[in-house]
């Protein structure tokens, strides 16, 4: 990870690999999303105008949010990898990750969707229509129902290392909190299962994440009501 994202790296070349790494991200994800889907290969393939649609989704959508997502953790990554012997950097990474995310997530959404209603003429043109649909949409997304369940989950990428290293520099830190996390695992330092509990951490922030984003995008929902 270090070799890729470095806090003294050029920022050309730091977003550049952010932007490989989303758009690997991305692919098998969309793929299963396609296959998953009844009846939509078979549309994509025969239909050059729902191909165009769906492959301009990709690009002005998915590609961004998931890039600027990425973006964020990976440089909190190399930013506390810089800074080894600050002990409080990995809390305070974690309370900056997990709601910008959030924030990123559905605000670019909403941003992307009301630039496609103009630019496009998506939704049937109408901005406020375009502002109407994203918490329904992010509601489902985490059920995978839509495509930007494809995007939420490609973010795993850049979730996973920054959770997994912020838990191990807490496990193996010498201070309090360290000493808690370590007996409520049962794992110390330098032992095999120290990177099964780092890995199951992860996914739990993760999908604290995820659960944070649906909540936010109900609540959405619920101030649109009459």
């Not at 920022?11 to 952010?18: D, K, P, S």
């Not at 095999?192 to 890995?199: R, T």
């Not at 994440?209 to 609540?219: D, E, I, K, S, V």
Request: with cysteine; hydrophobic share 60%.
């Amino acid at each position: 990870m270090k070799r890729f994202f470095n806090i003294e790296m050029p920022f050309l070349r730091f977003a550049g690999n952010t932007l490989v790494i989303s758009c690997l991200s991305i692919a098998p994800l969309l793929l299963v999303y396609i296959l998953l889907a009844p009846g939509f290969m078979t549309l994509l393939l025969t239909s050059g105008p729902a191909l165009s649609r769906f492959l301009r989704q990709i690009v002005t959508n998915g590609i961004p949010v998931v890039f600027v997502v990425n973006y964020l953790s990976f440089f909190l990554y190399a930013l506390v990898a810089s800074r080894p012997r600050e002990t409080h950097l990995p809390m305070l990474v974690l309370l900056i990750d997990l709601p910008g995310r959030v924030i990123i997530f559905v605000l670019l959404h909403a941003l992307i969707y009301v630039m496609s209603a103009d630019w496009f003429g998506s939704f049937g043109g109408d901005q406020w229509l375009a502002l109407r649909v994203v918490g329904p949409t992010l509601v489902r997304s985490v059920f995978f129902e839509n495509i930007s369940g494809v995007y939420l989950y490609a973010t795993l990428v850049s979730a996973l290392p920054l959770y997994m290293a912020m838990v191990g520099r807490m496990l193996n830190a010498e201070t309090d909190r360290a000493t808690r996390l370590r007996r409520w695992t049962g794992i110390g330092p330098g032992r095999a299962g120290q990177i099964v509990v780092q890995v199951v951490i992860a996914l739990i922030l993760f999908a604290a994440f995820a659960l944070l984003m649906t909540g936010f995008a109900a609540l959405i929902v619920a101030f649109q009501q009459p």
